[in-house]
């Protein structure tokens, strides 16, 4: 077989995985936002530098915990899980220099305290409220004075 031939077909193998992939990240975000609450939730991972580290991602609600995916895994299984009660809201700024271009657009960026340290999301202003709802609707007989947000 002559070696344009293997070119073509190459070409070939390598669209065809290309589609593939593309159709199974569409079958596994429709798998995972089917029963509700997942939003577009972004996450510093690193925060050595300054307007570096940020995985754009998907959150979804599961009970007491904060489930977050990788927009581009295939895994089914969340990446990181926080706690509601480890979790309490230290406020909110805007996304400034490279982190513009890092995020999705209108998304701020929330600082949330937890038992290791600061954590770093971003996220839709309407998603922030639905967060914030989240983190003080704790079940009935919970120690409101074990954490409190700052404001």
């Not at 995972?32 to 530098?49: C, I, P, W, Y």
């Not at 600061?118 to 998603?127: G, R, V």
Request: charged share 20%; net charge positive; hydrophobic share 40%.
């Amino acid at each position: 077989m002559p070696l344009w031939q293997w070119l073509v077909d190459s070409l070939g193998v390598i669209l065809l995985l290309v589609v593939v992939y593309g159709v199974a990240l569409v079958v596994r975000r429709r798998v995972l936002s089917r029963n509700g609450g997942t939003f577009e939730l972004s996450h510093r991972a690193r925060s050595a530098k300054t307007g570096r580290g940020w995985v754009l991602g998907l959150g979804r609600y599961s009970g007491e915990n904060l489930e977050w995916f990788r927009i581009f895994s295939l895994s089914p299984r969340p990446r990181c899980t926080w706690s509601r009660s480890g979790l309490a809201y230290a406020g909110r700024r805007e996304p400034h220099g490279s982190e513009q271009m890092s995020l999705y657009a209108e998304h701020v960026i929330v600082v949330v305290e937890s038992e290791p340290g600061a954590i770093e999301f971003a996220m839709s202003p309407s998603s922030l409220m639905g967060f914030q709802s989240w983190l003080e609707a704790a079940p009935p007989g919970a120690d409101w004075n074990q954490r409190r947000p700052r404001l």
